[in-house]
């Protein structure tokens, strides 16, 4: 008895099943590969699926596998063979405006350094998304703005990131949107100047509005010292102490604070000197300095010192300034900082003609200019600034004040952590 052979159509409904079912195994696998960041073996299973797809008549599962594979490529490195996969999804289906496939493909642009090239397809991602979608249009305007920033289009960059707080607000995501808003104020002050002040300082007061909702105390110690940052640099003092004081307070019980807690007292007591406030600035100084001395930091002790050296000087205790530029100095000196000895020497100068000790007034001038040229300080303006000194002691005329240059009062909170940069967002995958 001989037995009934299965028909070919059959026989090949079956492999189509058996390979359907391997392809979406593979995918998914890959999927997790890439979310446990194993880059090689990701890119290993979509390079499996996608061959299995090129075996299957219907050509949706192949073009699928292709984009996947586009993303690994990326992901593992390598931008310029993903960019070819996206290609060739694009020629598969030329009508389709997925907004997925134009992310992918800004993001190897991105990768490649074509700056132009991924913000215009950023754009066009922008334009496909929907109010209720975002968290990816929040993704999407912050990876523009950076892209604008490698352009050098700063006023760009920072409408970008302002639009993505607004769109990581309306998803509930505080966290995002204040770190997106604080990047706006940035770039808006720092770049072209175009953008109005007022806009600036409704973007701060956004960013501290999303900051009240945040639990991370680390980060919103952060982004508290930041908008104090800026508020000083927009001469807005009494804003930025109180950023200063209540950072200050996110950083109490912290296990790494100490240096956090160094740097806004530092900052506290730099605003209590631009406010005229001397006798509430010493506290804050002299913590500050015993802070960083404990910790070794001879630079940050430096600051501080000269900081309280300034105030003191104010409330005219002059043989005390003396005694504290003089520890300025040494700290600045023992880590080679010319620009901090150089403004030392211009303050003790002040101090000791206001002491009436002329020849030690013009002694210290004198190394202050010849420390100022050795610093290569692009500016000019100190060395007239010493030079008018200089002949206002050398000729008794006029009445000093002790002063040094401010530039050292604030100290910006480099060590804090920082959210993920624009390259850290993962790359997107098709189901």
Known sequence: MTSSAVPVSAKQGEEEVTTRAEIE???????????????????????KAFLLSCKLLEGRAKRMCLFNLGAAYVAAGNAKKGLKCFVKCKLMDPEDRNADMHFNIAIAYDHMEEYAKAARFYQKVVSCYSPGQGV??????????????????????????????????????????????????????????SVPQAQVLDTLRECLQMCESIADSSLRGKLLNDVGLHYAELLSFCQAAECFQEALGCSLGQSSSARKRAVLLQNIGAMHNALAQYPESLQYHAEAAD????????????????????????????????????????????VGDLQGQWQMCEGLGATHFCLGNTEQAISYYKQALTLFGKSKDASSTPRERILSKLKDVTGSEGTLQPSHSRDRNLSPSNKFESKPTKRETGMRLHT
Request: proline content about 0%.
């Open 25 to 47: 195994r593979l995918t998914r696998a890959g999927k997790e590969a890439m979310k446990d960041d194993r880059q090689d073996q990701a890119l290993f299973l979509f390079k």
């Open 136 to 193: 990816c249009l929040g993704d999407t305007l912050l990876k523009l703005g950076y892209c604008s920033v490698s352009l050098g289009d700063t006023d760009s960059a920072a409408s970008s990131f302002r639009q993505a707080g607004r769109a990581y607000q309306g998803a509930g995501r505080m966290e995002d949107a204040a770190v997106a808003l604080r990047e706006s104020a940035n770039h808006a002050m720092h770049g072209g100047g």
């Open 291 to 334: 802070m960083y001395r404990a910790r070794g930091e001879r630079k940050g002790q430096g600051e501080c010192l000269s900081n309280l050296a300034y105030a003191v000087s104010q409330m005219k205790n002059y043989q005390s300034a003396v005694l504290l530029y003089r520890g300025a100095l040494q700290a600045f000196s023992d």
